[in-house]
């Protein structure tokens, strides 16, 4: 799989909404998906049929969260796009990992972080106002985001 930067192509305005009733992270309001993801563990970083990265939501048990008082990295705004080795199957998500992620949590700023939060990278990526991408053209090394509101 890999990874290519593009200029910002368009706002994308949600909130991320944490759900302690089922465990879920949503978008509100609701996102329009194609079917295609790549997956962090539960969660999906949903994609266009073009493969462009839009949004993220899914299964994140608080009971993972690891504490961490690390946040995001500066991120320039930009767009990303998911090249897979073969093509992606709608409603079946690439896994980003061979392994399960950790899952590091800043309970003062809010920001969920899926992967290594202190990897370096090629590139810095604000997706949306919270949503970020880190990695380079092969690997994805974290996925931040954060959390707007919770739902108890």
Known sequence: MRF???????????????????RALV????QAGCGYSLSFNEVQLELSETGLANHVWGYCP???WQVTELEP????????????????????????????????????????CFGNPSAGAEFRLRLAPGLIVVGNSSLITALWVRIDRFDH
């Open 62 to 64: 608080r009971e993972s």
């Open 27 to 30: 978008s509100i309001p609701p």
């Open 4 to 22: 290519e930067t593009l200029p910002k192509q368009q706002d994308r305005g949600f909130v991320l909404v944490y759900r302690d009733r089922d």
């Open 73 to 112: 990295p500066e991120a320039a705004l930009g767009e990303l796009r998911v090249m897979p080795d073969s093509p992606l199957v709608p409603g079946v998500a690439a896994r980003a990992s061979t392994t399960r992620l950790p899952v590091f949590y800043n309970e003062h700023k809010h920001w969920l």
